[in-house]
């Protein structure tokens, strides 16, 4: 049997292994930004109470923003 009468043609294995790329780049993506977000959240947390103020936020808004997932932004307004 010749690879042209098999079931999947090699376009269609191609087609598979670039969407499953695509995947892994999007879940890759996904990870770094939460980490970012994680690490941004972790250097608010470190701040005192008198440098949250001057910038608008409490401590309260980012134990709610970790807590719930939201963007502190949101918080904010």
């Known amino acids: 049997m ?4 098999s079931k999947f043609h090699v376009s269609d294995i191609q ?4 969407r499953a790329a695509a995947t892994v780049r999007t879940i890759w993506a996904r990870y770094l930004e939460r ?3 994680l690490r941004e959240l972790a250097e608010l947390c470190a701040m ?3 440098a949250l103020k001057d910038i ?3 401590r309260l808004g980012i134990q709610a923003a ?6 502190l932004r949101s918080v904010r307004e």
């Open 48 to 50: 005192d109470d008198m």
């Open 15 to 18: 087609q598979v292994a670039d």
């Open 35 to 37: 980490r970012a977000r």
């Open 2 to 5: 010749s690879s042209v009468h």
């Open 66 to 71: 970790i807590r719930t997932g939201t963007d």
């Open 56 to 58: 608008g936020i409490s």
